[in-house]
């Protein structure tokens, strides 16, 4: 199974903040990768697709990048809505997803 | 509209088999492309795949838990069922069903709101 490497597990930044979160995979794939978004007691909720599409709906300050094994997210000015754990998740084989990030308002 | 909701047991005992069951609308899983999977996550702790189910009945399960997992699906009821042999109190966690688009969407882009369960005698 492919492996996905996420870092860091948790960070604390202030509004405005610019916010990267890192996703390596244990081998190639493509750009086959999905970023989520959770709260607390909810669902995940599809953030960005195929590494660096963004999902209808979802603000612009969210981005990612990447391609291979090495992938980022960004949130370029942190919100207080944005308070959440977040999961990468990629789809080359069967599923596996990152062990998350917590990002919490310092 | 899409949605997806779980439901089955809230309790369960160690080496029963768990039965859930994720009931939709908005979709037709006999439509070419479309999957139902199920994920878990248990508390405090990250999310892992545990099963999807294909359009055209083909089944793909986690390599770590195949052997205890059977998912099924009843086209005219709009239903996806995973069934999880000889439960063992690791296996506490909230278990989601969600959809996903083979092909032109690879993502779950829908998800029922989750059904905690715990494995407890």
């Known amino acids: 199974d492919i492996q996905m490497t996420q870092s860091p597990s948790s960070l604390s930044a202030s509004v405005g903040d610019r916010v990267t979160i890192t996703c390596q995979a244990s081998?190639?794939?493509?750009?086959?990768l999905n970023w989520y978004q959770q709260k607390p007691g909810k669902a995940p909720k599809l953030l960005i697709y195929?590494?660096?599409n963004l999902e209808t709906g979802v603000p612009s300050r969210f981005s990612g990048s990447g391609s291979g094994t090495d992938f980022t997210f960004t949130i370029s000015s942190l919100q207080p809505e944005d308070i959440a754990t977040y999961y990468c998740?990629?789809?080359?084989?069967?599923?596996?997803f990152g062990g998350g990030t917590k990002v919490e308002i310092k | 509209q899409v949605t997806l909701r779980e439901s089955g047991p809230a309790l369960v005992k160690p080496t029963q088999t768990l039965t859930l069951t994720c009931t939709f609308s908005?979709?037709?899983?006999?439509?070419?492309?479309?999957?139902v999977s199920w994920i878990r996550q248990p508390p405090g702790k990250a999310l892992e795949w545990l099963a999807r189910?294909?359009?055209?009945?083909?089944?793909y399960y986690s390599t770590s838990l195949k052997t205890r997992l059977t998912i099924s699906k009843d086209t005219s009821k709009n239903q996806v069922v995973l069934t999880m042999t000889n439960m063992d109190p690791v296996d506490t966690a909230t278990y989601y069903c969600?959809?996903?688009?083979?092909?032109?969407?690879?993502?779950?882009?829908?998800w029922g709101q989750g059904t905690l369960v715990t494995v407890s005698s």
């Open positions: 908005g979709f037709s899983l006999s439509t070419s492309g479309m999957c």
């Open positions: 969600a959809r996903i688009r083979i092909g032109s969407h690879n993502y779950f882009d829908y």
């Open positions: 998740q990629q789809y080359d084989n069967l599923p596996t």
């Open positions: 195929d590494a660096s």
């Open positions: 189910i294909d359009w055209d009945d083909d089944k």
């Open positions: 081998q190639d794939i493509s750009n086959y």
